[in-house]
């Protein structure tokens, strides 16, 4: 009798197990929380609390919880698959994506250092990350249309904007949050860290462009099979780019170039640029008006513009639902009062070790709470306030901390299930999750042993 294959779980199960697993450390790991001032919490204040143990109610609604505390994504999401969806029907992606294809005529691997590098500035300068998920529909097709997988589409996108969260520069949503709690500037660390990011953008491209060049030899080499799926179905039909068609992808391109306008913290980064402060409820606007308005370029009628955005926004369902019960782990996980434990855990590993031991502890301490705590935002207000006055008496500065923290928060972030984007990119681009880390782990390994000796370096210099 032959033996079934394993096959690897969907993101939907692997995520609940890990609610599961959660709800579980709950009852094990006793309860704490520290003391807040300023909503940061004060370092050597931690203290035990009654346990809050969470059962089979609270794993159930754990999903539910987290949808809620992410609505404002999930929706943004669906208003994204809305806009793609009125975009699509025109014809004007399918037209536009040959019209590129044409002109590229074999010149199609460019593509890929030149978009990353747009990814990895937006990722090293104000945090591009959420954001790319409006990316992956637009471009997947483009890099399925040249000849390769939707591996490839995927990791322009995640691994372009990733090598930049992972060596942001000014990015304040985690190194500004980082630096104001670790009682440093901005621009205290900035020149490692920029030099981090031209080796780490420059090795992300040469990992990128080298899988796709065996890809594109031989499609038999990619670890998914070149792709499938409705969003990309028509590609290979010769679609005509009409007049109509080209001002339809200008007010695409345009719309894309507004959100990104919209998001950039000008006034953070000290441009003298005026700043829209927007955020998803205003993102999510522009796109539900984009649609619309595209719709009408295209003489559709109101009941199918209304029709067809809202079969675009079901296509992206899932992907909304997975950001939800990723988010739900992290809810699940305060509720049960155990984040406090944990981090006074690391709070008690990193005290009186030297400079090179402290630094690299607080590396890896920050690799598995990464995976608890995806939000490196909300990672450096738990935690950078307690880890950066034990760097003082072991006479590491706090722009190392910072650097040691968006390190291994970023790294993490491209391969941990708990990371909305990276489960809403693999849902996007029909990869499973086990093929997605065959592929990247040895890249994930690079920037691992590039991180300690840039950390090294940094205890060596400071």
Known sequence: ?????????TAYTILFSLIVLVAVSTWLVPAGTYTYANEAPVAGTYHTVAPSPQGVSAVLKAAFSGFYDAVDVCVFILMVGGFLG??????????????????LGGREKWLIPILMLAFGLGGTTYGMW????AFYPLLIPVFLAAGYDAVVGISVILLGAGAGIISSTVN??????????AGVSLGEGILLRAIQWLVFEGASIWFVMSYA???????ARSVVGVGAGKIWANMEESVEFTPRRKAIMALFTLTFLVMVYGV???????????????WFPELSALFLVGGVVIGLIDHMSEEEIAETYVAGCADLLGVALIIGISRGITVLMNDGQITGTILHWGEEALS???????????????????????????????????VAPLGRFAGVGGDLVVTAFQSASG????????????????????????KWVKYVWKLILYFFLLTVVFLVVGVWIG
Do not use: C
Request: net charge positive.
């Open 130 to 133: 959420e954001e790319t998920m």
């Open 1 to 9: 009798m032959k033996r079934a294959k394993f096959r690897m779980p």
């Open 213 to 219: 060049a065996k890809v594109k030899k031989d499609p």
């Open 411 to 434: 790294l993490v972030n491209i391969i941990t299930p708990t990371a909305a984007v990276v489960m809403g990119a693999l849902a996007l681009g029909h990869v499973p999750y086990d």
């Open 264 to 278: 950039i913290p000008f006034d953070e980064m000290g441009l003298p640029l005026p700043v829209l402060g927007w």
């Open 172 to 181: 304040p949503f985690a190194t500004g949050i980082a630096a104001g709690f």
């Open 86 to 103: 009125v975009v699509m029907k025109t014809g004007a992606v399918d037209a536009g994506v040959g019209r590129i294809i044409q002109r």
């Open 352 to 386: 009186g070790t030297g400079p090179v031991s402290f630094v690299l502890l607080v590396y890896l301490l920050y690799l598995p709470l990464t995976v608890l705590i995806p939000s490196s935002s909300g990672l450096a207000t738990l935690s950078v306030p307690v």
